[in-house]
């Protein structure tokens, strides 16, 4: 059976056919974990895990009770899995399923069918990436690994609605509305973002609203003047201008 890891959002082990995340020693167990996942399958020293478990507040005696949330780890999953001594690797059964892999892949599978204008595919793909990326990854730690991963899932949602509305789009007829929605929530999370305003424009206008997507041009010439000084890329004014005529 599938080895199944989920980081995003509930954290969840799954190997064998048996969730193994339920016997580990607690915060720091799934910690140690979900680094070694992240970091598979490059061994990482114990003064790296010290650091990703407890930052700048170690306990006293770490490396001892590093190596006792180690044992324990190993114990859950087993020593196949949780390999090494001085550096500590993993190596998952195959098939394995990681909800943070799976999202990034997901993302440039989106974008190679976007240049390949396989919309169908687009629109499945990028909605398998949005379903992890928005979850957050490892909720019960503000370390600055995990923070890391957060700002590239971020930008992985971001390319994946971006996709997904421009699939949405070019599909069009009831997949018009989801356009615009994921235009609308591409902006939320990265406002400056040129191309998720003329996806809004586009949207807008193909389903009829073209005085919104006048106003949501001048939105964003107002919005970069005031907040970088420049003008809309050319992509911008030239669908203003189409709106326009």
Known sequence: MPSRVQLCGPFAVELGGRRADQAFPGRQG????????????????????????????????????LSVVISKVRAAVGPDILQGRAGLSLRLPEPAYVDVRTALAAVHAAESSVALRDWRRAWTVSLTAQFVARRRFMPETDAPWAESWRRR???????????????CLELGGPELPAAERAARELLEITPLRETGHLLLMRALAARGNVAEALAAYQHVRMLLRDELGVNPCQALQDAYAELLA
């Open 30 to 65: 799934r910690l140690l974990f979900a680094y070694l996942v992240v970091a598979e399958p490059q061994p990482v020293t114990r003064d790296t895990l010290i650091d990703a478990l407890w930052g700048g507040t170690p306990p006293g005696s770490a490396g001892a009770a």
């Open 153 to 167: 899932l971020a930008d992985a949602q971001a390319r994946a609605l971006e996709c997904y509305g421009t699939a």
